[in-house]
């Protein structure tokens, strides 16, 4: 959850600069915020989608904005979402095969500017496997677990990667790069709707 509050003080300076106007810096005030936190979303779903080597173009559609009001002049962005199966991101190759198709080795990668890795860990190779469902995922079998529907067969699992709210929230790889530009953002829509307000 990302909130963008304004300073205290922020709401005397727009009134100052506004005037006989005063009393609309309330609106001034909503209407910035609100533009703020929608350039917010999209640069967060951009950076986010230059990080990381996820397929799916799911960012902006998982955050969620509730708007700043009159009384309450405060915008939350709030992202939502699951762990995520790891063949949501690169990998190579990414295809189900059986027996002489089966790959030897399946590798992946959750970050872009990444390599692609050996999915493997402690000498267990991971795989792509077809579930009865139909799912397709990358597995890995477990040492020492076995399968309750066939004992004689080690119990494998999914391999995952992040939640896009982790994702988004990375403070090296997404905020931490959006969130000088927030206030820079919030600065320049106050202006714009004052000058707005004062031309019209």
């Keep these: 959850m990302i909130e963008f509050k304004v300073e205290d003080n922020a709401l005397k300076s727009i009134e100052q600069k506004l005037g006989d106007l005063s009393s609309k810096a309330p609106t001034v005030m909503k209407k910035a915020v609100n533009e703020t936190a929608k350039q917010a979303r999209k640069q967060l779903a951009s950076e986010a989608q230059k990080k990381y080597a996820v397929k799916?173009?799911?960012?902006?559609?998982?955050?969620?904005?509730?708007?700043?009001?009159?009384?309450?002049?405060?915008?939350?962005?709030?992202?939502?979402?699951?762990?995520?199966?790891l063949r949501d991101f690169k990998v190579s190759p990414n295809r189900y095969a059986t027996g002489a198709d089966r790959p030897n080795l399946t590798k992946g990668k959750v970050l872009k500017?990444?390599?692609?890795?050996?999915?493997?860990?402690?000498?267990?190779?991971?795989?792509?496997?077809?579930?009865?469902?139909?799912?397709?995922?990358?597995?890995?079998?477990?040492?020492?677990?076995?399968?309750?529907?066939?004992?004689?067969?080690?119990?494998?699992?999914?391999?995952?990667?992040?939640?896009?709210?982790?994702?988004?929230?990375?403070?090296?790889?997404?905020?931490?790069?959006?969130?000088?530009?927030?206030?820079?953002?919030?600065?320049?829509?106050?202006?714009?709707?004052?000058?707005?307000?004062?031309?019209?």
């Design 113 to 200: 500017n990444g390599s692609l890795k050996p999915l493997e860990v402690g000498g267990v190779k991971a795989f792509i496997t077809k579930f009865r469902s139909g799912h397709v995922a990358v597995v890995q079998r477990v040492p020492g677990k076995k399968m309750k529907s066939n004992p004689k067969k080690e119990f494998i699992k999914k391999l995952l990667s992040p939640s896009i709210p982790t994702m988004i929230g990375n403070e090296e790889k997404v905020y931490g790069i959006v969130e000088p530009d927030i206030a820079e953002n919030l600065k320049a829509n106050i202006n714009k709707h004052i000058q707005a307000l004062l031309e019209g």
């Design 56 to 85: 799916s173009g799911s960012f902006n559609k998982a955050m969620k904005i509730k708007n700043a009001t009159v009384r309450k002049p405060e915008a939350i962005i709030t992202a939502t979402g699951q762990v995520q199966e």
